[in-house]
């Protein structure tokens, strides 16, 4: 399993919008071939949100796929405008993951 970890600031006053924006791309992001599973996890660092976004995928392949067809652009251009700057894209190999397991069929709108 791999995963696609983006970061990103959050302008203040607008993380609702941020996650409105982010909501309306998870449809998009279900019909994705091998994704698994994703979260934001959220920071308040000096009283300036941060984003971490973590979307996991069965495979390399299906992760790098995502970029091919758009879908990431597309997702992150729907956040830009409440966000400062571009996101800090990452890739990784699933080490360890019981999330995986336990967040299938599951979903929470938080």
Request: aromatic share 10%.
């Amino acid at each position: 399993m791999y995963a696609r970890v983006s970061e990103v600031r959050i302008l203040p006053g607008k993380w609702t919008e941020y996650l409105d924006a982010v909501h309306s791309v998870l449809p998009i992001l279900r019909q994705q071939a091998g994704f698994r599973a994703g979260f934001v996890l959220r920071n308040d660092e000096n009283n300036r949100p941060r984003a971490l976004v973590v979307t996991l995928w069965d495979t390399h392949e299906a992760l790098k796929a995502s970029e091919k067809n758009l879908f990431l652009y597309q997702a992150i251009a729907r956040t830009l405008s409440v966000c400062e700057g571009f996101p800090r894209i990452r890739e990784h190999e699933v080490a360890v993951s019981e999330f995986a397991l336990a967040a299938r069929g599951t979903q929470t709108r938080g």
